[in-house]
């Protein structure tokens, strides 16, 4: 039952998308696995590393990232909770990318080799599996948009609805504050900022009474002026 218990949130998000049948569930809920702790800032995935594993992050939060060769960094994408953090690496060998745990994070590793059993034998598992994968690139595309495009304070409020509507899916309630360990300097690596006019805009969204963010929390307290602000239509993240 214990091992149902940590599956079962991802169970429920790939419902939301996808007609999973009685046998398709219990043969998610009975996947192999072992949980893992990942302490802040650990590596979950190296780039060059080939995996016989995947990652599902079950709590906390991680991120992907490119290092260039001078030191500098790109964040190419926060991870939420329910979500694998190394699909696209166990499906074509090789990590082009790093993962690092943003804050403490529990993980469920699974065999590599389960989850392809289980994705040669359940078309509707297979399915959730490959519109992850899609809605991955979809979430790529649309951050080339954001910092290419719009400007530093519609930068800051579109991740901020993002991760907003990524974590409702993965159960947070509307309104509510929920855990958001990202510093200023890793806002300012995912969009394209200097910390310091991350700071200055982050500020900006406060006064105008459109965020609460606090050390590690965050609570939209104007969710369509946030919106607003960001220029920002969750289409491309296809939560429906």
Not at 58 to 63: K, P, S
Not at 75 to 94: M, Q, R, S, W
Not at 120 to 126: F, I, K, L, S, T
Not at 131 to 158: C, F, K, P, Q, Y
Request: glycine fraction near 4%.
């Amino acid at each position: 039952m214990s091992e149902n218990l940590h599956l079962a949130p991802l169970v429920r998000r790939w419902s939301k998308r996808i007609d999973l049948s009685h046998e398709d569930r219990q043969a998610i809920l009975t996947l192999p696995f072992r949980l893992e702790i990942f302490a802040k800032d650990a590596y979950v995935m190296r780039e060059g590393h080939q995996p016989a594993e995947c990652t599902l992050l079950l709590r906390g939060f991680a991120y992907r990232q490119k290092l260039l060769s001078d030191g500098g960094r790109q964040i190419i994408a926060f991870l939420v909770p329910t979500e694998f953090a190394d699909l696209p690496a166990n499906v074509l060998g090789t990590a082009d990318h790093n993962v690092q745990s943003l804050s403490r994070s529990e993980v469920a590793i699974i065999p590599r080799s389960a989850l392809l059993d289980l994705w040669h034998a359940r078309p509707a598992v297979r399915m959730a599996i490959w519109m992850d994968t899609l809605i991955d690139a979809a979430i790529v595309r649309e951050w080339v948009v954001n910092v290419g495009r719009r400007d530093s304070r519609a930068r800051i409020a579109h991740l901020l609805c993002e991760i907003a509507s990524r974590l409702h899916v993965a159960g947070a309630r509307d309104g509510e504050m929920f855990d958001f360990p990202v510093t200023q300097e890793q806002l300012a690596d995912a969009t394209g900022l200097t910390p310091v006019h991350t700071n200055r805009m982050l500020q900006t969204l406060r006064r105008e009474g459109l965020i609460q963010l606090t050390s590690g929390s965050l609570r939209i307290l104007d969710w369509q002026g946030l919106r607003e602000a960001a220029d920002f239509d969750d289409l491309y993240l296809h939560q429906s």
